[in-house]
């Protein structure tokens, strides 16, 4: 029983400031919605929508490098870390639509993630992933703050079966909530997100993993240029 208390006190060291995630990232949209009610309405007399920051535009594109820390949640996932970094390439597809607060442009993206590792209990699985379905929206806010939700699905491979016992291929789907901080070219984002990792039955073991990451990143918005 003693070794049993031990070795609980050391995973709850391992990943208690994980738990401070959510509170981290409840904060920054907090406060990015108090930015966006301050900052929100027509731009400056006399300069263009867009004009001195590079946001989200039709036609245009974003390009992101990223980066994701978190842990799992409930069950056989709630002592499993997780880290990853990918790079985006997005495509704005729309004009802005929908009424009132919910008024956004649609985007669609894909994610390309060399680096996704599972930090579980008894070993660590190195792997990677191909996030090819990214559905994107984002709200017009007519500031430099503009929030977004998000939902994707893609394959992830790893060197070892993920959970121990199920496979070494699984699929992933998630939702996520966050904010951009654009800049005049440079923008950078963090959202909170909820990702379930899953081998959709290719192994009769298929517990699955629920995880919640806090997501951070920095890119830009290209092409959205208005003409004269």
Known sequence: M????????RRGLR??????????????????????????GPPAAGLPDGQGRAGPEEGGHELQIWTTGGYGVKGIASHTGVWTAGVRYGWVLTAPHGPGFLRGRFECAVDAVPVFMLFQPASTAYGAALNPFVSKWNFDTHSRIVPYMELSGGALFTNIQV???????????????????????FNWSADLRFMHISNAGISSVNPGINTLQLRLGVGMFTGAHHKN
Do not use: Y
Request: glycine share 16%; charged share 15%; proline share 7%.
């Open 2 to 9: 003693r070794h049993d208390d031990i070795r609980r006190a």
């Open 15 to 40: 990943f208690g400031p994980l738990a401070a995630l959510p509170f981290v990232c409840g904060l920054i949209l907090f406060s990015g919605g108090r930015a966006v009610h301050a900052q929100a």
């Open 163 to 185: 959970p121990p016992g199920g496979s070494r291929v699984n699929f992933t789907s998630a939702g996520a909530v966050g904010i951009h901080f654009l800049g005049e070219k």
